[in-house]
């Protein structure tokens, strides 16, 4: 039978599944404190007149879709993080009033 002290890290090892996760996406697409984008603007150099780039060029704003997450993700692995070890916690100590 597996010991409470193990149990518990066990468990709290499980409630940061979500805080890991939530991190690891979010650094992986750079660690900005914004919100979420779905469409990202790539800005590209245009010659006014097409072939002689010596006259002149404009910027022309194309827009890509393309997912960036943002702030939100670790503070929604926090929350879910939260919820499961409070869910543990509660189990936890049902079990052990059930065992006394």
């Given at each position: 039978m597996?010991?409470?002290?193990?149990?518990?890290?066990?468990?709290?090892?499980?409630?940061l599944i979500p805080l890991a996760l939530g991190a690891f996406v979010w650094g992986k697409d750079g660690w900005?404190?914004?919100?979420w984008q779905t469409s990202v603007a790539k800005e590209m150099e245009v010659p006014i007149v097409e072939g002689m780039p010596e006259l002149g060029t404009q910027t022309q704003?194309?827009?890509q879709e393309q997912f960036i997450s943002g702030i939100e993700s670790p503070l929604i692995g926090l929350v879910l993080s939260l919820i499961?070890?409070?869910?543990?916690?509660?189990?936890?100590r049902k079990k052990n009033d059930s065992s006394v």
């Open positions: 597996i010991s409470i002290l193990k149990m518990k890290s066990i468990c709290f090892i499980i409630s900005r404190l914004a919100f704003v194309v827009w499961l070890s409070l869910t543990f916690i509660l189990l936890l």
